[in-house]
């Protein structure tokens, strides 16, 4: 049997019981958060009105959100360009190039989000991967 884990009326996860008895797979706090999915209708995201699920909701962020996102891994590498930062020549020439890749993101929105044109957290925004 398939549950979907339910918080704000959103599916949060999806669980396969795998045939066992979810009781003894989860504690009793999950699984009041658990609703049975037989169907298996449900997909991450999708909404819950207690009786069906209905199509999720498309999250995406603003640029103002990106761009803040952006400047926190900005702020997390700024330690790369110091004169006294422990690397070679070589691998602080890509954390440049990756700096740069992450200053010219917000410019690139909305291509930096998933596949699927939406953004449900941080995650599914396609950031310059880190050397």
């Known amino acids: ?4 884990r339910i918080k704000d009326g ?3 996860e999806l669980i396969n019981d795998n045939g066992k008895d979810i009781n003894d797979l989860y504690h009793a706090d999950i699984i009041a958060m658990l609703v049975p999915d037989p169907k298996a209708e449900a997909v991450y995201g999708s909404t819950w009105n207690g009786t069906v699920f209905g199509a999720p909701v498309r999250a995406l962020y603003t640029v103002e959100q ?3 996102l952006r400047d926190q891994k900005l702020s997390a ?3 790369t360009q110091g ?3 422990p690397l070679t ?3 602080k020439a890509k954390w440049v190039t990756y700096r740069q890749d992450l200053r010219d993101l917000p410019a690139s929105y909305p291509d930096c ?3 699927d044109g939406n ?3 941080d995650n599914d925004i396609k950031w310059p991967t880190k050397p």
Request: glycine share 0%; net charge negative.
């Open 1 to 4: 049997m398939l549950y979907a």
């Open 10 to 12: 959103t599916v949060r």
């Open 66 to 68: 990106v761009r803040k």
């Open 77 to 79: 590498s700024d330690w």
């Open 83 to 85: 004169a006294d930062a």
């Open 89 to 91: 020549d070589e691998v």
């Open 113 to 115: 989000l998933n596949p």
């Open 119 to 121: 953004a449900v957290d």
